[in-house]
């Protein structure tokens, strides 16, 4: 239990589906972040929130959208996804934005939600 | 984008065997970390290491980063199933930026 939880923890949705992901930190953290972890390549950046506003977008196509209500909830919307979407999408907290990677501003990730496109 | 490469990708060995796990970038990074990551888990920092030749001992896990800030190692002594998993090194540049590796999966058998 690393004090982020995430659901749910399996999806499967269609090309044309509208689905969520919910991810909720009980960790006091100011910092939330999206990540995407798939088969060969390096755990991936997506999205980044400090206090609710988005500071980070690295790149992400729009059928993928964040949403950051509070500093303690983060969702990703998904809309008309590709199969090669599919993936496990960790959820982050961190103290704060910066220093990433600094002593005492550790990252904390969720369990994961893993997404199967079909 | 820094590219940290792992190797090896893929290490299976038998319950008290030693291993060496490397992490290697053409990049300087301010701080290095190592997470483990079991299966169904997200992955859970073990170490941040800062100093250029710091070695930092957690039980049987030993890390080092090299002089030059660009790489790290991680050693493990007597390997038990339990560390079975995905190894990850991350380094940080900068304020705002952590760049993960490619990953090392670990199985040890019994």
């Known amino acids: 239990e690393t004090g982020v939880t995430q659901t749910p923890r399996h999806l499967v949705m269609g090309m044309t589906n509208k689905k969520s992901l919910k991810c909720e930190q009980h960790?006091?953290?100011?910092?939330m972040y999206w990540y995407k972890q798939s088969a060969k390549k390096p755990l991936e950046l997506m999205f980044v929130?400090?206090?609710?506003?988005?500071?980070e977008n690295n790149s992400v196509p729009s059928r993928f959208s964040p949403e950051c209500p509070n500093s303690s909830h983060l969702f990703l919307h998904l809309h008309t996804l590709q199969p090669e979407d599919s993936a496990l999408y960790l959820c982050a907290s961190s103290l704060a934005v910066a220093p990433q990677g600094a002593p005492g501003n550790t990252i904390y990730f969720g369990e994961g939600s893993w997404l199967t496109v079909v | 984008t820094q590219l940290l490469e792992q190797s090896p990708q893929f290490l299976s060995i038998q319950e008290g065997e030693n291993l060496t796990v490397y992490c290697n970038s053409s990049s300087v990074f301010s701080s290095l970390q190592w997470y483990r990551q079991e299966p169904g888990e997200g992955p859970v920092l073990l170490v941040t290491?800062?100093?250029?030749?710091e070695v930092k001992k957690l039980k049987r896990l030993t890390f080092q980063f090299g002089d030059a800030r660009k790489d790290s190692s991680l050693h493990i002594t007597a390997a038990q199933p339990g560390d079975t998993g995905l190894y990850l090194c991350?380094?940080?540049?900068?304020?705002?930026?952590?760049?993960f590796g490619t990953g090392t999966r670990l199985t040890v058998i019994p």
């Open positions: 960790l006091g953290h100011n910092a």
């Open positions: 290491v800062v100093t250029g030749g």
């Open positions: 991350a380094g940080a540049t900068g304020a705002n930026n952590l760049f």
């Open positions: 929130y400090n206090f609710k506003e988005q500071t």
